[in-house]
DNA sequence: TAATTCTTAATTGGATCCAATATTATGCTT
DNA sequence: AAGCATAATATTGGATCCAATTAAGAATTA
């Protein structure tokens, strides 16, 4: 079969991923399509899509090189998320999900609570938990009927995964930090409970925090509680 | 002198913002290659830029046509600029300007002041004003030290402009509403007051709301007032 | 030995060619 | 006349070629 510009671009970003190729290597058009067995037309494609990324960057003349990314910026890419869902969250509350996604929602709950319910999680485990947060999260941006959310999500889609400083990301330390996986559940369930009662302000609220909470910084169990409380009392 | 690549896709994107390739209008490879003098390589690169930046759409097989944005599109990235430089006016008082960024936003406001102190604005005063708002919005995302802003916000900056649904930002609408302007100017002086005072929270919600006053959807003149208030009790 | 200049080679950008594919148009058949 | 089959055409994607630019290295000179 012949590779494809989509294979060429996605192969090189599963290769950035993988650390297969490091920050700060340098990638040229020639090399890079002789070892991937196509031509230059779609590396220079892929190229220009994977800078777009923020994967790679330019070097006049000298070819591209994979961008180290500092943990400040996976920080800040994290943030960017955590407002962006945050108005997904409440846009979708005000806006009203349909049967569909609040169903979809409400069994990727379930899936979660049958995930963790396990004494100890595997790796296995983690992928299907990984899998099924990113399909929550992407329900709950589809349900805002803002495509720009989407659209600007897509920039930042893979630069919090860039190998170079895989802070919280590596699957051994999110393995160690499990039960933060619990607090992260614990707010999906607020956060459909927002959604699906209307309760805009609040839906967003939760969601920004919960972006923090993938970084590891997480509020305090107290609050957890807090929050669990507050949701008891109201609608 | 030899049309660029970078050429192609601003001369492009002029046609398609100025209204001289109108919504739904096809486009294809090889005659635009011709009348635009150049190769079909650079034109394809072009129409993928473009494409990343929502004015165009592809049709497989059938090339590419200018899209359509509706009025819910516009309002919808207004929305996403709105939490995003919000989140940047806050980060911005949290981190603290530099030296030069605040001298330059308090230049800029000076300068608002002096177009809007006329009678009767003039369509060159609007031109003149708007570079000045522009700069303005620049200069605090980049003081937020977020870079992933700048990067979500890159996918939404024609989007607004695109000739379909001109909304409320042609100039003739622009210059009957000009005392909206006054209005966001007036936030404009209230955003730099909250970073300069390093009142992250308040710096954040004027700035989204002012992302509405460019939809022309603003508070009443009693918000207005009151805002004043509030702004001269605190610090 | 260090600096400067000149040459070489690497690299990209644009143009053109070729192949694959899907759409559209045309003509034939019922 | 309508529908279907077939042929022609439009269109893109990939490969290769050519030219322009500049970075790197070598050689020469002070």
Same mark, same amino acid.
């Given at each position: 079969m012949q590779k494809t510009q989509l294979n060429v671009v996605t192969s090189l970003r599963q290769m950035i991923l993988e650390g297969e190729l490091k920050a700060g290597a340098r990638l040229a058009e020639i090399p890079t399509s002789e070892k991937l067995g196509v031509s230059r037309t779609p590396v220079r494609i892929a190229f220009r899509a994977l800078e777009q990324e923020g994967l790679l960057t330019k070097l006049p003349r000298r070819g591209y090189e994979v961008r180290s990314v500092s943990t400040e910026e996976i920080i800040g890419a994290v943030?960017?998320?955590g407002v962006l869902e945050g108005l997904a969250a409440r846009q979708a509350a005000e806006r009203g999900m349909s049967e569909d996604q609040q169903k979809a929602l409400a069994?990727?709950? &379930?899936?979660g609570d049958r995930i963790l319910a396990v004494d100890e999680l595997t790796e296995s %485990?983690? &992928?299907q938990y990984q899998q099924m947060n990113k399909r929550f999260h992407d329900i709950v941006i589809e349900a805002s009927h803002n495509p720009a959310i989407h659209a600007a999500l897509s920039r930042n889609e893979h630069l919090p995964f860039a190998s170079a400083s895989a802070l919280a990301f590596d699957k051994a330390h999110m393995l160690r930090e499990a039960k933060r996986f619990e607090f992260a559940h614990m707010q999906h369930h607020h956060v459909y409970h927002a959604i699906v009662n209307g309760l805009g302000t609040r839906a967003e609220g939760i969601m920004r925090e919960h972006a923090n909470a993938t970084l590891g910084y997480i509020n305090s169990p107290r609050n957890a509680d807090q929050l669990t409380v507050?949701?008891?009392? %109201?609608t």
């Open positions: 943030e960017v998320r069994a990727l709950l &379930e899936e %485990d983690l &992928e507050i949701s008891e009392h %109201d």
